[in-house]
């Protein structure tokens, strides 16, 4: 059965720095497309990274320079790590895996705030 | 980037009704477009992919049309589980975008 579950979401204050890491199961991270989407509390889903299974990696403008994804295949497991966070940075965090979506975390939520 | 464009935002309909959101692509996307459906407090589920194709499970009142830049989804039959909001996401580009979302509320 595949399965995804992010954690390391929390309350971070302006300017700090999480990482997410999203456990699979299931399947092998490396050999999948995988992505990042987050949803800000009452609004829609918006793309924010995804690196390919040849490890290519790809940012929405907005992210560029500030986040970074990667992946540890002997811990099967995908990571977002976020730096310089902003409060529009508040928002559920979904890993998704495939192309398109086929499968989703059930969310980690970060709030930014201080 | 490409932009996708949702109409209607919200929509209003019954039980047994036919309805239709339509989703624009700011350029040509030939079939590369799915659809979600998410419920509140949950993560979104994939319907439809490569613009008409159903994936497994999803039941066949739903269904997808277009190609191009302009695309549709369609409930033949709304059900009291359909009532949720849809996006569309063009996966053409390597920066996927999503449109802004249509709820389908209970009139």
């Known amino acids: 059965e595949v399965q995804l579950v992010e954690s390391g979401g929390g309350l971070i204050q302006p300017g700090g720095s999480l990482r997410l890491s999203c456990a699979v199961s299931?399947?092998?991270?490396?050999?999948?497309?995988m992505s990042w989407v987050r949803q800000a509390p009452g609004k829609g889903l918006e793309w924010v990274s995804a690196i390919y299974s040849g490890g290519s990696t790809y940012y929405a403008d907005s992210e560029k320079g500030r986040f970074t994804i990667s992946r540890d295949n002997s811990k099967n497991t995908l990571y977002l790590q976020m730096n310089s966070l902003r409060a529009e940075d508040t928002a559920v965090y979904y890993c998704a895996r495939d192309s398109p979506y086929a499968d989703w975390g059930q969310g980690t939520l970060v709030t930014v705030s201080s | 980037d490409i932009q996708m464009t949702q109409s209607p935002s919200t929509l209003s309909a019954s039980v047994g009704d036919r309805v239709t959101i339509t989703c624009r692509a700011s350029q040509s996307i030939s079939s590369w477009l799915a659809w979600y459906q998410q419920k509140p407090g949950k993560a979104p589920k994939l319907l439809i992919y490569k613009a008409s194709s159903l994936e497994s499970g999803v039941p066949s009142r739903i269904s997808g049309s277009g190609s191009g830049t302009e695309f549709t989804l369609t409930i033949s039959s709304l059900q009291p589980d359909d009532f949720a909001t849809y996006y569309c996401?063009?996966?053409?580009?390597?920066?996927?975008?999503f449109g802004q979302g249509t709820k389908l509320e209970s009139k």
């Open positions: 996401q063009q996966y053409k580009s390597y920066q996927y975008t």
């Open positions: 299931g399947f092998t991270v490396n050999s999948n497309y």
